[in-house]
């Protein structure tokens, strides 16, 4: 096993970001499992200024939706572009060093977040490193256009339109992220449009590419419509960006804001459809037949359909005003999150072999762990769903009662409505850190001791695919 810690081309710089991801996961199940650690059993562990639930959350939404992502992100735009360009990288240098100051600056984030908690934001940024983040984000993005500009290229695949308007959003997302407003409906826009951009359409775009990728070149089937995938993409791009202001109904947030999000978030179920046929229709064709693969790619689709039906679900009149402000909203943002995550598993083991030239092998241990993880993620999800709807049933009681239920006797009453769910949910906590743990084994061992298999070459300039 070869790592260059100065790479000189994209597949050495792969390696080293296959090796590191598993390492990254593991880091980010288990503050997610602190985070909800502490939201059970706050009363008998010990507690600070860092060790209490509002700090975790917070940390929690920066490793997760701002360090991880940022490493996804990186990763799949450094081996995917140059697939999709039929490639190598031009300027690859500054490419390279630019991906991984938007990673470190990303992880220094998370440090200050430790060293000066006050200074971390509800979602996990701090304000003291934005200017240098949206420097570096748009660099990177100009890098990527000035390789699609290059010439020579032969064809560009459905996933780069996809990581391109990920990379685009990421950057915008920062424009749109300040401090705290003064005025309450400024930021609760804030926040609801920095949610949008960053982790729906962030995450969604980032999943569909690599979503794509895998149901093609992985499983070695051909893709049913290209026209159905770009109903997806463009459907995602102008609905999802308006979808979240729905979960702020009732609050200081124009009415008919609120309404665009309800009506528009409804409509998400057109690039779902041609989503779900796509895939059905292009699985069909596969030729790669291994079960836990497929199994894995399965799951990670699952859990997106289920997210952007919860999307859709909690577009309706009557179920609006009951998962406003609760953890329904929790388990939407979570489910894009998860996803990503779970359709990494199977890209990471397709590289191994490509970029190591290291056999991995899919025994009993990675079956256990494919079913396992997929399944902790979707009881996850279903848990914080019903914590956002029990949690809302009882605080529009309360309010149609006038007696507020978030203090005394009533929280009490909702709380006793909602202790079973976090319990359980702090549970498949646990076992989803436990799948992490063995997906980190099962790559490491793979890199360090599998056998010894056929690996890509390197992509010259001049030259087209050989993938």
Known sequence: MKIK????????????????LPLVVLLTASVNFLRDAFMSFSNILPGNQVLNYGFLDKVSNQVSFNFLFSFILVLTVVYLLSKSLGRSIIIFPIFFLTGLGLIGIEFIDVVIGFVAPEQLETLGNTSMLLLLKILLVAAFLGLIFLNLLAKKEPSIFLSSQFLIGAVIFYFISLLIFRSDYTVMSDNFFINSMYLSTHIYVGCSFVFLAIFYFLITKGLGATLFSKTLGTISFWGYLFLLPWT????FYGTTLPDWIENVSIYLSISLIIPLLALIVNYSKTVATKENKEPIFSVLISFAFVVFGITNVLQIVS???NVTPIVSLTNFEYSVRYGYMYSLILIMIPFVYYLVPKIYGRELTYGRLESFN??????????????????GINSGFAWNAGANAGNPTIYGEGFLITWSLVSASYTFNLFFSLLFLLGTFLFAVTTLKAIIGGTVTESETVLEVTGDSDE
Do not use: H, M, T
């Open 5 to 20: 810690l100065i790479p000189s081309n994209e597949q050495d710089l792969s390696r080293v970001f296959i090796f590191l």
């Open 244 to 247: 979240g202001f729905k979960y």
């Open 315 to 317: 577009s309706i009149a």
């Open 370 to 387: 494919a079913y396992l993880i997929g399944i902790c993620v979707v009881v996850s999800l279903s848990l914080n769903a019903l914590i």
